[in-house]
């Protein structure tokens, strides 16, 4: 049985950092691409941040190039979210998602992750 677990959200003021992280449990973690989604009260549930399994091919919302990093650790079956200079529109449920079909691409398309974490919470507000 696959297990996604994220951690690290909370209440931080505008301009601050956040570090999320996902640890997953029940699949190979070497060989699946890792994904960060965000749904904000009322809108739909959007790509934030992927990374693939090998080579380490990242890939980012447009909006959120240079403030947000993904990152891997295939020793510790985790995969990082390191926010950078947070403002309201940040505020949402993120979310950490596994694509376990080895497709030779990040994709950004919810529908193609097969495994999802129950969320956490990220509120910027001052």
């Known amino acids: 049985q696959v297990h996604v677990l994220e951690s690290g959200g909370g209440l931080v003021q505008p301009g601050d950092s956040l570090r999320l992280s996902c640890v997953v449990s029940?699949?190979?973690?070497?060989?699946?691409?890792m994904g960060w989604f965000r749904q904000a009260p009322g809108k739909e549930r959007e790509f934030v941040a992927g990374?693939?399994?090998?080579?380490?091919?990242?890939s980012y919302k447009d909006s959120l190039k240079g403030r947000f990093t993904i990152s891997r650790d295939n020793a510790k079956n985790t995969v990082n979210l390191q926010m950078n200079s947070l403002n309201p529109e940040d505020t949402a449920v993120y979310y950490c998602?596994?694509?376990?079909?080895?497709?030779?691409?990040?994709?950004?398309?919810?529908?193609?992750?097969?495994?999802w974490g129950q969320g956490t919470q990220v509120t910027v507000s001052s």
């Open positions: 998602a596994a694509d376990a079909s080895r497709r030779r691409r990040v994709s950004s398309d919810k529908s193609d992750y097969d495994y």
């Open positions: 029940g699949l190979t973690f070497s060989r699946v691409t």
């Open positions: 990374i693939m399994w090998v080579p380490r091919t990242t």
